[in-house]
């Protein structure tokens, strides 16, 4: 897999990152740990994970398999903090004391003294900038993090931390994919501009530019679950419907899978140092690393964004 470098910082990371999310709950340690060894056998490198995810299980699932699954050396790690949910309810808060508490709870459930990408995971209109951007400095001061970004924040949001920071911030995350193109408008420039690479979540609609929701909801996909649900439904209209449809058409004449045509797409756009997938199963996992990810022909790649081209 094709080692990639984000942004304008020396951290070098592979062009697939695997998220987490789903670890620890719709994804047991069985899966979870099949799915490690598959990523990083397959070249993978980066693991992105938060503190939020399945209420810290999912960092300490991982921590549970480094040195027995695969080695620290052997992966690069990112986890997040700013976010908590509660009785359904998200909660943002940014203040130097809630991030570096939760940074310190994440290492202890990690079981490693540092982690290679810390991001402050949501703009909190509630805290001082200046407050947000002084812990992320002080974790790259006192060692435990190698390097520290932003996460969810829009264009505007974005170029003013790298501008105020006094710092690198070397990468931001965001959604981005054909169904979800809007950080082209303002994100994508800014981050660019600013020097950071991006890390783009949910790469394939959230599961939707896969082809697997074309004949309707299968039973044991995450549409088909009362939590899940409202985060699918809103790529499963008509106009998401006709992007599917290119991308399919797309893979079928390359000789393709829809999987590797969408992710061929976005890794080469503008600024995109990596794609977080999420894949739930070990089957999953084997699909997409079986993707070429190779550039798709200019008249291909040009008839995608015109279908997907946001009103």
């Given at each position: 897999m094709q080692?990639?470098?984000?942004?304008?910082?020396?951290?070098?990371v592979?062009?697939?990152?695997?998220?987490?999310?789903?670890?620890?709950?719709?994804?047991d340690e069985?899966?979870a740990s099949?799915?490690?060894?598959?990523f990083?056998?397959?070249?993978?490198?980066?693991?992105?994970?938060?503190?939020s995810?399945?209420g810290?299980?999912?960092?300490?699932?991982?921590g549970?398999?480094?040195?027995?699954?695969?080695?620290?050396t052997?992966?690069?790690?990112s986890t997040?903090?700013g976010t908590?949910?509660?009785?359904g309810?998200?909660?943002?808060?940014t203040s130097?004391?809630a991030?570096?508490?939760?940074?310190?709870?994440?290492?202890?459930?990690?079981g490693?003294?540092?982690?290679?990408?810390?991001?402050?995971?949501?703009?909190d209109?509630?805290v001082?900038l200046d407050?947000t951007?002084?812990?992320?400095?002080f974790?790259?001061?006192?060692?435990?993090?190698?390097y520290?970004?932003i996460?969810?924040?829009?264009?505007w949001?974005s170029?003013?931390?790298?501008?105020?920071?006094?710092?690198?911030?070397v990468?931001?995350?965001?959604?981005y994919?054909?169904?979800?193109r809007?950080?082209?408008?303002e994100?994508?420039?800014?981050v660019?501009?600013a020097g950071?690479g991006?890390?783009?979540?949910?790469?394939?609609g959230?599961?939707v530019?896969t082809?697997?929701?074309?004949?309707g909801?299968?039973?044991?996909?995450?549409?088909?679950?009362?939590?899940?649900?409202p985060?699918?439904e809103?790529?499963?209209?008509?106009?998401?419907?006709?992007?599917v449809e290119?991308?399919?058409m797309a893979?079928k004449?390359?000789?393709?899978t829809?999987?590797?045509?969408?992710?061929?797409w976005?890794l080469a756009?503008?600024?995109?140092a990596?794609a977080i997938v999420g894949?739930?199963?070990p089957v999953?996992?084997?699909?997409?690393?079986?993707?070429?990810?190779t550039r798709?022909?200019?008249?291909?790649?040009?008839?995608?964004?015109?279908?997907?081209q946001?009103?």
């Amino acid at each position: 897999m094709q080692q990639r470098y984000v942004g304008n910082s020396g951290l070098r990371v592979s062009a697939l990152s695997l998220g987490t999310m789903s670890w620890a709950a719709e994804t047991d340690e069985q899966d979870a740990s099949e799915i490690l060894r598959t990523f990083v056998d397959g070249g993978g490198k980066m693991i992105d994970t938060a503190a939020s995810y399945s209420g810290g299980r999912a960092e300490a699932l991982i921590g549970s398999m480094l040195g027995d699954v695969v080695s620290r050396t052997e992966v690069c790690i990112s986890t997040k903090a700013g976010t908590s949910t509660s009785d359904g309810r998200r909660t943002v808060d940014t203040s130097r004391g809630a991030m570096l508490g939760t940074l310190d709870a994440s290492l202890a459930r990690l079981g490693t003294d540092h982690v290679d990408i810390w991001f402050a995971q949501a703009w909190d209109g509630n805290v001082p900038l200046d407050e947000t951007l002084s812990a992320l400095e002080f974790a790259v001061r006192s060692g435990r993090a190698r390097y520290v970004g932003i996460a969810n924040f829009n264009g505007w949001q974005s170029a003013k931390a790298a501008a105020v920071a006094g710092f690198p911030l070397v990468a931001a995350q965001t959604e981005y994919s054909l169904l979800r193109r809007t950080p082209e408008a303002e994100l994508v420039p800014a981050v660019e501009d600013a020097g950071l690479g991006l890390m783009a979540w949910a790469p394939l609609g959230r599961g939707v530019l896969t082809g697997k929701y074309r004949g309707g909801i299968p039973g044991d996909s995450s549409a088909a679950r009362t939590d899940s649900a409202p985060y699918i439904e809103p790529y499963l209209g008509q106009q998401p419907s006709s992007v599917v449809e290119a991308v399919a058409m797309a893979a079928k004449g390359l000789g393709r899978t829809p999987l590797d045509v969408a992710l061929s797409w976005l890794l080469a756009q503008h600024g995109v140092a990596t794609a977080i997938v999420g894949p739930r199963t070990p089957v999953q996992a084997k699909e997409i690393l079986a993707a070429q990810l190779t550039r798709l022909p200019p008249e291909i790649a040009q008839a995608l964004e015109d279908v997907s081209q946001p009103a």
